[in-house]
């Protein structure tokens, strides 16, 4: 079982870019899948959750600026980022998470995967 981001990049404030998280191994309809982001000398953001119901969540920072959707048939999760700002800069990954509040999840109970990040620099 893996994921696989992708979709980073530079770019300028206000421009946009959409991260992809493939899921190979399990279906991203049975488990809820987070974006995350960290950047150096900071702790960890959630950025975004979806269930696998398909409800989706936000973290405050990025409420109204980015979009999380998921593509079933490809088995892949979305985050759609748009007025990005300097402060966007971090390295994003995916993950099977929960959702309230939007953290990776972790214990023997669950599946933990987690992709490896990609690079998310927005120059001012």
């Known amino acids: 079982v893996q994921l696989q981001a992708s979709g980073g990049g530079l770019v300028h404030a206000g421009g946009s870019l959409r991260l992809s998280c493939v899921a190979s191994?399990?279906?991203?309809?049975?488990?809820?899948l987070g974006w995350f982001r960290q950047a150096p000398g900071k702790e960890r953001e959630g950025v975004s959750c979806?269930?696998?119901?398909?409800?989706?969540y936000y973290g405050d920072s990025v409420m109204g600026r980015f979009t999380i959707s998921r593509d079933s048939s490809l088995n892949t999760v979305y985050l759609q980022m748009n007025s990005l700002k300097p402060e966007d800069t971090a390295e994003y990954y995916c993950?099977?998470?929960?959702?309230?509040?939007?953290?990776?999840?972790?214990?023997?109970?669950?599946?933990?995967?987690r992709g490896q990040g990609t690079q998310v620099t927005v120059s001012s």
């Open positions: 993950a099977t998470a929960r959702c309230e509040p939007i953290e990776p999840v972790q214990g023997d109970r669950y599946l933990e995967v």
């Open positions: 979806i269930s696998s119901g398909g409800r989706t």
């Open positions: 191994g399990f279906s991203l309809e049975n488990f809820a």
